[in-house]
């Protein structure tokens, strides 16, 4: 089973990310861990202050909790969970340590991947995965249809000495 980290901006766009990462790898059962960064606090008093408001409280919304749950259920054969997990610091040591703590065997984020800030301390994650120390897969898989010819006769059309082409699903 393979931890795949996913970076989310908290919409069910990210499950389409989810769904490119499972066509790409090659593996019987993964853990998806949806992933946010947030920049770490500035002052002292809000380092301190344990009853401060969390970026990330109120992010996650039942709509979204639905489509994950959906999403699990879809695919139910090789998602075994799915999870949020947030991080508050952007340095290279703090995310290795992120990494370590949640058993991440590789992120999933391809190159058209568009972080998006979805509050004032959302920080985009890209540099960090380049440095993490764990396989950083850029690349969705390209599905490749199997294509069937068919002649203008078996279409019903009036042959034109070409071939058409339809998808096969």
Same mark, same amino acid.
């Given at each position: /089973? ?6 989310? #901006? ?33 002052? @002292? ?15 996650? %919304? @039942? =709509? ?8 699990? =259920? ?17 340095? %290279? ?6 990494? =370590?703590?949640? @058993?991440? =065997?590789?992120?999933?984020?391809? #190159?058209? +991947? ?9 920080? #985009?994650?890209?540099? /960090? ?8 897969? $850029? ?6 249809? $199997?294509?069937? +010819?068919? %002649?203008?006769?078996? /279409?019903? /059309? ?12």
């Amino acid at each position: /089973m393979a931890n795949v980290l996913i970076p989310t #901006d908290f919409t069910q766009s990210t499950l389409q990310l989810a769904a490119q990462a499972l066509e790409s790898l090659n593996v019987s059962s993964v853990n998806i861990i949806l992933f946010h960064a947030f920049a770490q606090p500035q002052t @002292e008093f809000e380092l301190l202050t344990p009853a401060r408001p969390r970026p990330f409280a109120n992010l996650v %919304t @039942e =709509d979204l909790r639905q489509a994950c749950k959906q999403f699990k =259920d879809k695919h139910n054969s090789k998602v075994q969970k799915i999870y949020f997990r947030f991080l508050e610091g952007e340095t %290279t040591p703090l995310f290795r340590n992120f990494i =370590d703590a949640n @058993e991440v =065997d590789l992120i999933f984020c391809p #190159d058209n +991947y568009v972080p998006v800030k979805v509050h004032s301390l959302s920080i #985009d994650p890209l540099p /960090m995965f380049k440095k993490a120390g764990v396989p950083l897969i $850029k690349e969705a898989a390209v599905r490749q249809q $199997k294509l069937k +010819y068919k %002649t203008a006769a078996e /279409m019903n /059309m009036q042959p034109m000495g070409q071939f058409a082409m339809q998808a096969s699903s």
